[in-house]
């Protein structure tokens, strides 16, 4: 965390006359590998990273929440009686989802005085909101001395997406800024919410994270677009093999193949990714447990490329970064994270060639595109904390 808590309580106090009660944090992630399966009940492999969203509360006697968003110089007060979206300050939408959602389980909830501050980049496909969301659940844990577990905590998290703010999200993101450990990735089966934390402990390797500082476009329409593509496939194989499966999760490639003609080439080529990714993700874990890089790399390849050709999810700057990227020395495997259309590309990179990797990454990538990009550095870490 590069966030100075002493310097964050003292602008508490400055913003409210008084010091915070409780400080939280919750970590952004980066998934390594299982992209676009976890609304599909399939698997997934994310690590927690050390880019933090950070709230800082007091209680208040009354139900306001009266917050200062640090980082965007911003302020408001909302009603936790009334949760209503608030368009001009949007941020807020993602407490009172959060407040909605636990009030709707019957949770205590009291009003408070919050400070949120964090260095996790917006809009770049590292999870800022499920991070935001997650510091929102400790505070109100810690203030309405009761504890979710982790799960639920995460499906809390995916529920305020997907009822209060209109997307279609799975749950990877949440459940790994709640469920993280530090030195490791998480593997999650986001059916049975069943998972193993593997530890990323290779000496020669490791992962560098390159954002293409480029706005994601129409991120929330073509996500829900690709999330109904995947239900049509869906709903045409289940139909075509009569069977009571739910989930893309439950077929295999050949069942795909023997369908084909059935299904149109959209939802076809989308199942064949969420499929094909689900065995790559499979296979990731068992490279990682056994320490084999190379392995471990050619299926993030395997994994790119399909989100480029069959998922359709990437863009003109991700292909920049990830194709100059797997052309340098000491680049094992490549690919964009996340949802796409924008954001970052992780890497995985021998040790002693990160360095110069990075800095040749980012310059290739600004010839390429005119754009300047930017390097995150950051070890598996923990899940959400209330720290004090
Ligand atoms: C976003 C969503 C996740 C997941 C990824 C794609 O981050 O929030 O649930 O679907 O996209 O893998």
Known sequence: MSINITKAKSAFIAEFDHAPD????????????????????????????????????????????NACAANLDRRVQANLEDRKRNSDEPWIDYLLGVADELLKLGKPLCGADLFILGDVPVGCGLSSSAALEMAAVRMFESFGGFSLDGAEAARLGQRVENLFLGLSTGIMDQFISRCGKAGHGLFLD???????????AFPDALFVIANTCCARGLTKSKYNERVAECTEACTILKTQLRTAATHLRDFSL???????????????RRARHVISENARTLNACEAMRNGDVAQLGQLMNASGDSLRTDYEVTSMELDAMTEAARALPGCFGARMTGAGFGGCTIN?????????FGETLMTQYTQRTGIKGELIYSNPADGAQILE
């Open 348 to 356: 995985l990179i021998a040790r002693d060639q990160a360095q110069t």
């Open 254 to 268: 050949e069942d795909l193949e023997k369908c084909q003609s059935m299904i149109p080439d959209v939802p076809y």
């Open 190 to 200: 986001c059916r049975s919410y069943h998972y193993e934390l593997i530890p990323i």
């Open 22 to 65: 409780t400080v939280v944090r919750a970590p952004g992630r980066v998934n390594i590998i299982g992209e676009h399966t976890d609304y599909n009940h399939g698997f997934v492999l994310p690590m927690a990273i050390e880019n933090d969203t950070v709230i800082l509360a007091r209680k208040r006697q009354d139900k306001t929440l």
